[in-house]
């Protein structure tokens, strides 16, 4: 258990032995944190630069230092960087492979500094990237959805509560659902990078540094709106990690329930859907079978993300001011969550966008459960002056005569009709198809074609300008 090794080459100066294998194992980071190298590696060329300028270090040592930086970027790039675990993390291996390129100017990097903001640092900037990958992910899918949209403004197909027939819409109209819902996630993608664009560097260990630091030179450099105000807040902040989790898992959440649709439209019961080859599997043993994995494995992997998001609030909880080594476990999750959030929403993209619209079949379900049952009332209502909640029994009894008679509500006849109320008129059947139920239905943000191929004119305006309503921004 206690096999010695030399002792730490960065802060190995008041131990006798170096650290056993199993604190090495438990200690080190740079398994993972090695994919923060290019934001590592940016802020110390910054901060670098802001130590020259303000006279904190020579502009001979800035030189050796940036210019062996940049090396060392091209060395990780080319893969012929050593990573090595004895020195724990990415900033100790970037800084001792410097040390080695130029020997001890190499030393003067870390004045003013703290692995505390650094790390802060190196991980705002990735999470900042990831966000934007995110962005254009989403800007992908939500313009996949508006132009099936648009194919099918006027596709009727069963409107849906508690997975009974409702009232029937437009397949148009329930993809603009979903652009509804996307464009708030995307929305928030935006609100979170506002939020986190603040530059941690120059916070140091937690108080602050003597060195007379420019923060909001670095901070300008580095691409921030602004440095961040506390600095023992900014060591022990990971809120941006947060909520970039909590985004990832309200969207893998939305995704989630459109995979769901999607598996349930392409069954054979429901047959509203028939997915492309290339989304979709054969089983190994009943030829006749297409399965929708991509589909499953959508909703599956949001379970993954939803586990991210709360492995990460458990650490952060409790952790008393500033930072913790805990706070090093805030890494795998991000990572994790924003590879599998990406592949999720390329793979619906992909999904969305080849899959073909069986719009016979979606017609005839509409159609099914007397799904005009409310326009018979909302008609019973407008022509005849009843009050709704007489309508609403008689066009129950309507419904009662059809289901008798397997017949559906535009198939009964007008005596039947006036049978069942005298103030019924010939006029009625103009509401009772589904295609005209669906026309009807005019209101703002409502499943008429004419509502719905408004809705889509307007996100396609509202994307170009992000994801904001205009009055907002
Ligand atoms: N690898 C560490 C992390 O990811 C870097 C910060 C270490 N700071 C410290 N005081 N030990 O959190």
């Excluded at 230092?65 to 960087?81: D, M, R, W, Y």
């Excluded at 999607?262 to 054979?268: C, F, G, K, Y």
């Excluded at 006036?418 to 669906?438: P, Y």
């Amino acid at each position: 258990m206690s096999d010695k090794k030399t002792s730490n080459q960065m802060w190995g100066g008041r131990f006798a032995a170096g650290p056993s294998a199993i604190m090495e194992a438990i200690n080190a980071s740079i398994g993972f944190d090695r994919k923060l190298y290019a934001q590592d590696i940016r802020g110390s060329l910054a901060h670098a630069r802001m130590l020259a300028e303000t006279g904190i270090i020579s502009a001979e040592d800035q030189n050796k230092i940036s210019e062996c930086l940049n090396t060392i970027l091209s060395e990780i790039e080319a893969g012929k960087f050593t990573f090595k675990p004895e020195l724990e993390d990415i900033h100790m291996n970037v800084e001792a492979r410097l040390a080695e390129l130029i020997g001890t100017a190499a030393g003067r990097l870390h004045t003013a500094r703290s692995r505390n903001d650094q790390v802060a640092l190196d991980f705002r900037l990735w999470v900042k990237d990831a966000l934007e990958r995110t962005a254009s992910a989403l800007a992908m899918l939500i313009e996949t959805l508006l132009d099936r949209a648009e194919e099918h403004a006027s596709s009727v197909m069963p409107g849906f509560t508690h997975l009974q027939s409702a009232q029937p819409v437009t397949f148009g109209h329930h993809m603009m659902a979903y652009v509804e819902m996307f464009g708030r996630d995307l929305w928030r993608v935006r609100d979170a990078i506002d939020r986190m664009d603040e530059s941690p560097l120059g916070a140091a260990a937690l108080a602050g540094t003597s060195f007379p630091i420019d923060r909001a030179m670095t901070a300008k450099e580095l691409g921030f709106r602004e440095p961040t105000r506390n600095s023992i807040d900014t060591v022990s902040d990971r809120d941006f990690a947060l909520e970039f989790l909590s985004v990832a898992a309200i969207c893998g959440t939305h995704l989630s329930r459109l995979a769901e649709e999607i598996v349930i439209w392409s069954t054979p019961q429901f047959g509203f859907v028939r997915l492309s080859d290339s989304f979709s599997t054969g089983s190994s043993i009943m030829p006749q079978k297409k399965n929708p994995d991509a589909a499953e494995l959508i909703r599956a992997k949001t379970g993954r993300i939803n586990g991210d998001l709360v492995a990460l609030l458990t650490v952060m909880k409790g952790l008393p001011l500033a930072y913790s080594k805990d706070m090093q476990e805030d890494k795998e999750a991000v990572f994790d969550a924003s590879e599998t959030l990406d592949l999720m929403l390329a793979a619906m993209a992909g999904m969305v966008g080849d899959m073909e619209v069986n719009k016979p079949a979606m017609k005839k379900a509409a159609g099914a459960g007397f799904a005009t049952a409310t326009d018979l009332a909302d008609w019973l209502v407008r022509v005849a002056g009843l009050p709704f909640r007489e309508a609403h029994h008689v066009s129950g009894r309507a419904v009662a005569l059809a289901e008798q008679t397997r017949r559906s509500l535009d198939k009964l006849t007008l005596e039947e009709y006036r049978e069942i109320h005298s103030a019924i008129t010939e006029e009625v059947f103009s509401v009772l198809s589904v295609a005209s139920s669906v026309k009807s239905r005019t209101s703002y943000g409502g499943t008429a074609p004419s509502e719905v191929r408004r809705q889509i004119r307007y996100w396609r305006k509202r994307l170009k300008r992000g994801a904001r309503p205009a009055n907002l921004r």
